[in-house]
């Protein structure tokens, strides 16, 4: 069955720097892939979707890129914020052609003035 | 800017007893969504629902749970018996359609629901 893989340890900044964090799957090549923001308590929040047949994708101080040779997402902001601070899940596209996104454990992120 | 909106916030139920988690989708969308959030897991899909049918479950929305929409707004999910690993947080997230420009989902900001 298709596995995500997102690093369990928390990722710890300074602000202003570029935040990375990573997102691996095996044993499914998904049409697409998304990103989520979820903050404690709350529900997952939509960033960003990048197809398969897109490289890379940027909003405002968001990039997504896709590598399906690698198996791979990279999610980035730059000039990060402690108001970044918050759980990023990955998402990918349900196997068998299903629309329903199968998450990741998601990666936290803290961003330190 | 309209959001899903669930209620209650919080629901604290003694086990085998019977609970109904409410959801308001966005107005316009036509497909509603629930899943569940166990503390420290990830987010697991239940069930979808288009055109007042179940489209997709999983199998963890086995026979102890059911969804409805009794109007036009709302969204219902019915645990019948529950159990205490049913505690989780519960998340109704709805989408407008699904064509090749939107797949992304709303979530709306869960139903914590504890079983004692």
């Known amino acids: 069955s298709q596995k995500i893989e997102q690093n369990s340890e928390a990722l710890n900044i300074q602000e202003g720097k570029t935040a990375t964090l990573t997102c691996n799957y095996t044993?499914?090549?998904?049409?697409?892939l998304q990103w989520y923001r979820q903050d404690p308590g709350r529900g997952p929040v939509f960033l960003l979707l990048?197809?398969?047949?897109?490289k890379e994708k940027r909003k405002e101080r968001l990039k997504v890129t896709f590598d399906t040779t690698l198996k791979q997402s990279l999610f980035h902001i730059t000039a990060s914020q402690p108001a970044d601070s918050a759980t990023y899940l990955c998402?990918?596209?349900?196997?068998?052609?299903?629309?329903?996104?199968?998450f990741g454990r998601g990666t936290s992120l803290i961003v330190h003035p | 800017e309209p959001e899903v909106t669930q209620t209650p916030s919080h629901q604290v139920t003694q086990m085998g007893q019977e609970v109904i988690l409410r959801c308001v989708p966005i107005?316009?969308?036509?497909?509603f969504y629930w899943y569940r959030q166990i503390l420290g897991q990830k987010v697991e899909f239940l069930v979808s629902?288009?055109?007042?049918?179940?489209?997709?479950k999983s199998e963890i929305f086995d026979d102890q749970f059911s969804v409805e929409r009794p109007d036009g707004s709302n969204f219902t999910l019915k645990i019948r018996s529950t159990k205490l690993e049913d505690s989780a947080m519960y998340f109704c997230?709805?989408?407008?359609?699904?064509?090749?420009?939107?797949?992304?989902?709303?979530f709306g900001p869960g139903t914590r629901l504890t079983v004692t």
């Open positions: 997230a709805s989408s407008p359609h699904l064509d090749s420009s939107s797949y992304e989902q709303y």
């Open positions: 044993n499914y090549s998904p049409a697409y």
């Open positions: 990048i197809r398969e047949n897109e």
């Open positions: 998402a990918l596209e349900g196997s068998g052609g299903s629309y329903i996104p199968t």
């Open positions: 107005s316009n969308h036509l497909y």
């Open positions: 629902f288009y055109n007042n049918e179940i489209s997709e």
